[in-house]
Every structure is written in C-alpha cells, then in structure tokens.
C-alpha cells in the first residue's frame, strides 16, 4: 500500500524549503527500466553512472535520468540519447540539450564551470544548441525508489505528456517522496508537491510568461532550503511572481536557525528568519521506511529592510 505521500498530505507537512539543492541540472535520457540508485542500476552503463555521481560531487551539478511517458522499452545501446544542462540561478538560467550515442562524451563535460553557470563545455557536444521549446517537465516516476512515485507521478506524466503543454520527462529522483507528485520546472528550476494536472498546467502557463505560481511549490532548487524558504515567503509578503527578481544574498547561521537576506532587482531587501523544525507527528519519509520526524523549514520573520551600504 502507498502510504507515505497521503501520510505527509494529511498531516500537513509544509511544501516551502524541500526542493532538492541543485544550481545546475544534467539529464541523461536512459530509456528501460530503472533501479532505486538509478546512474548505477538502470540500462546505463553502470561504470560511466557511477564516474558521472563522483565527478559531480560538490560542484552544484545534480545528475539524473529521464525518459519519455509511457512504455519503457529500452532503446538499445548505441541509440541517440537526449541531453540537458539546465542552470537555475535567476538572471543566468539557461537550458542547453545536445544529442549523442555515446554517453561516455559527458565524461568530458567541466562540471564545475556547469555548476557556476558556465555552459561552454557542454556547448562542445555536436549539435549542442539552447533548448528553445517549452518549459521541461520533470516528473518523479521512479517506483524502485519509492511506490508513491511510480503510483501517483506516473498518471500525472502521461496526463501532462497527453496534453501538450509543456516538454514532459519522467525522472529519476527529485526528492521528498512524500510530496508525491513531485516535478521540476526549467529553466528556472522550480519544485512542485502534490501536483495535480490543473495545476502543473497553471504553473506552465505562468512560466511562460516568466512567472511562478506559489500554490504547492517547494522552492527554487539553486538555493539551500533555509534560502528556499525565505524567497517564497518573500514572494508571498511581497505578491512578487516574476521568476528572475529576487536572489538570496546572504544566508548568515546554522542549523536549527538562519537570518537570510533576499533581495529585489529594483533594491528592496528582506531580512527572513528561518528555524529548523521537526514535523510532528512521525511519519513515514518514504513507504516502507520506519516512522521518523523529517526536518521541516519554518519562517518566523520577514522584514523589509534598507540594503546594506
């Protein structure tokens, strides 16, 4: 039985500060089937997955693997695989996709230089270009990692994909699985829970227009969770939607309490105080996980204050 999104949902775990922390993403297509750590258990050469997690590690690229809705026949070895690098920190975001048959060319990739928003490396994969369609879509659908996923995302990917709206991927892991649905929206990088199609259709709608909705998203994954909650809470403080103004200038302390300065392109900033709670009462983090009591961002304070000279 599914248990652990309805747990989350009726309990009313807050959505605000759990989006994965990513500044710049890497999408590998892999069609076929995929295992709980995919890189290293899907039809992926386990080898390149796990050189791919390694080289990655601290540089602000978080790599995973997609594929179309539906079936999930794999395509063979050698066929043509979709790539992206999408980088989300407002004012530089920007998607890039490529096509190869040889995955082992993202070995050659300066993931640091990605990771800084730096696209050029990726820009000497043969064809490489800026991606100039619709928002990606990433919709978590892994149920190797987690049930919830595969029962509740998967609808959802066909549902999107069958619309039309938006350029609609399965995922490998965007975390939370308890917020069930769960997806990534690019260039700018924003995460969803408990995503209804209605609502992803609104949300496609509004980034196209350069703006966010603030109903059921869990923030901006360029930024560290204190800095995701502190920017929504702004924006709603604020009734600000558009997509690229605001940045965390500054996240000052630790765990369990930050004071975090967002600040406005026109020059207003906000002074947030963000504490670390734990969600009461325990509940499962992922179905067939041991009851626990996952951390929770709580915004205690927002207040607008002169920039600093």
Same mark, same amino acid.
């Given at each position: 039985?599914?248990?652990?999104?309805?747990?989350s949902?009726?309990l009313?775990?807050?959505?605000?500060?759990?989006?994965?922390?990513?500044?710049?993403w890497?999408?590998?297509?892999?069609?076929?089937?995929? *295992?709980?750590?995919?890189? +290293? @258990?899907?039809?992926? $050469? !386990? /080898?390149?997955?796990?050189?791919?997690?390694?080289? %990655?590690? &601290?540089?602000?690229?978080?790599?995973?693997?997609?594929?179309?809705?539906?079936?999930?026949?794999?395509?063979?070895?050698?066929?043509?695989?979709?790539?992206?690098?999408?980088?989300?920190?407002?004012? *530089?975001?920007?998607?890039? +996709? @490529?096509?190869?048959? $040889? !995955? /082992?060319?993202?070995?050659?990739l300066?993931?640091? %230089?990605? &990771?800084?928003?730096?696209?050029?490396?990726?820009?000497?994969?043969?064809?490489?270009?800026?991606?100039?369609?619709?928002?990606?879509?990433?919709?978590?659908?892994?149920?190797?990692?987690?049930?919830?996923?595969?029962?509740?995302?998967?609808?959802?990917?066909?549902?999107? /994909?069958?619309?039309?709206?938006?350029?609609?991927?399965?995922?490998?892991h965007?975390?939370?699985?308890?917020?069930?649905?769960?997806?990534?929206?690019?260039?700018?990088?924003?995460?969803?829970?408990?995503?209804?199609?209605?609502?992803?259709?609104?949300?496609?709608?509004?980034?196209?227009?350069?703006?966010?909705?603030?109903?059921?998203?869990?923030?901006?994954?360029?930024?560290?969770?204190?800095?995701?909650?502190?920017?929504?809470?702004?924006?709603?403080?604020?009734?600000?939607?558009?997509?690229?103004?605001?940045?965390?200038?500054?996240?000052?302390?630790?765990?369990?309490?930050?004071?975090?300065?967002?600040?406005?392109?026109?020059?207003?900033?906000?002074?947030?105080?963000?504490?670390?709670?734990?969600?009461?009462?325990?509940?499962?983090?992922?179905?067939?996980?041991?009851?626990?009591?996952?951390?929770?961002?709580?915004?205690?304070?927002?207040r607008?204050?002169?920039?600093?000279?």
């Amino acid at each position: 039985m599914s248990i652990c999104a309805p747990a989350s949902q009726h309990l009313g775990e807050p959505l605000a500060g759990t989006a994965a922390t990513a500044a710049t993403w890497l999408l590998v297509e892999q069609p076929g089937s995929w *295992g709980a750590k995919a890189l +290293t @258990a899907s039809h992926l $050469d !386990p /080898a390149l997955g796990a050189a791919l997690e390694s080289a %990655a590690e &601290g540089t602000g690229v978080r790599v995973a693997l997609i594929r179309r809705p539906g079936r999930h026949s794999d395509a063979g070895p050698d066929a043509a695989r979709r790539i992206y690098a999408a980088h989300t920190a407002p004012g *530089g975001d920007w998607i890039r +996709t @490529a096509t190869t048959e $040889d !995955p /082992a060319r993202l070995l050659d990739l300066d993931l640091p %230089a990605l &990771g800084a928003g730096d696209p050029g490396s990726f820009d000497r994969l043969p064809g490489a270009a800026a991606h100039s369609g619709a928002p990606l879509v990433l919709v978590c659908t892994n149920g190797k990692r987690d049930r919830c996923c595969a029962l509740l995302g998967r609808p959802l990917a066909m549902e999107l /994909a069958e619309s039309g709206q938006g350029d609609i991927w399965e995922v490998t892991h965007l975390g939370g699985h308890r917020f069930s649905p769960t997806l990534l929206v690019l260039p700018y990088g924003y995460a969803y829970g408990r995503a209804a199609a209605h609502t992803v259709k609104d949300v496609l709608t509004a980034v196209a227009d350069g703006h966010i909705v603030l109903e059921g998203c869990r923030g901006r994954s360029a930024w560290e969770r204190p800095g995701q909650a502190a920017e929504l809470a702004v924006r709603a403080t604020a009734r600000e939607t558009r997509a690229g103004v605001l940045r965390v200038a500054r996240t000052e302390g630790a765990a369990p309490r930050w004071e975090v300065t967002v600040a406005h392109r026109d020059g207003r900033h906000w002074q947030v105080t963000v504490a670390q709670g734990a969600s009461l009462p325990p509940r499962p983090e992922s179905c067939g996980a041991a009851l626990g009591t996952p951390a929770r961002m709580d915004v205690v304070a927002v207040r607008e204050t002169a920039p600093a000279s």
